[in-house]
Nanobody
């Protein structure tokens, strides 16, 4: 299983970015796909997840209404569209997946077995 993130960068507060997570090596529909982020000196935190078979999504309260997860089945790619960015969104963003993740545990990073390398998002004030 491989996950490769891209799309990070430097953006001003109020701006937008779209991150991509290209997946390979497994059936795209089989697992929950989560997005997490980690700022310097902080714990890795849940951002959102695309539930099994892409039926629905879930988001952390801190990003609800600003971030949107979507998927492209043909490309086996998941996207994280981020808008109204604030400096507190600055972090390395990761996508992750794995067979041990359920809807009940999707916010727990320890449940995810496969991770991408991360992509840096920096929001300037």
């Amino acid at each position: 299983v491989q996950l490769v993130e891209s799309g990070g960068g430097l953006v001003q507060a109020g701006g937008s970015l779209r991150l991509s997570c290209q997946t390979s090596g497994y059936n795209f529909d089989d697992y929950v796909i989560g997005w997490f982020r980690q700022a310097p000196g902080k714990e890795r935190e849940f951002v959102g997840a695309l539930k099994w078979r892409g039926i629905s999504t879930a988001y952390a309260d801190s990003v609800k209404g600003r971030f949107t997860i979507s998927r492209d089945n043909a490309e086996s790619t998941v996207y994280l569209a981020m808008s109204s960015l604030i400096p507190e969104d600055t972090a390395v963003y990761y996508c992750a997946t794995g067979p041990r993740v359920t809807i009940a545990t999707m916010t727990l990073h320890a449940r995810y077995d496969y991770w991408g390398q991360g992509t840096q998002v920096t929001v300037s004030s």
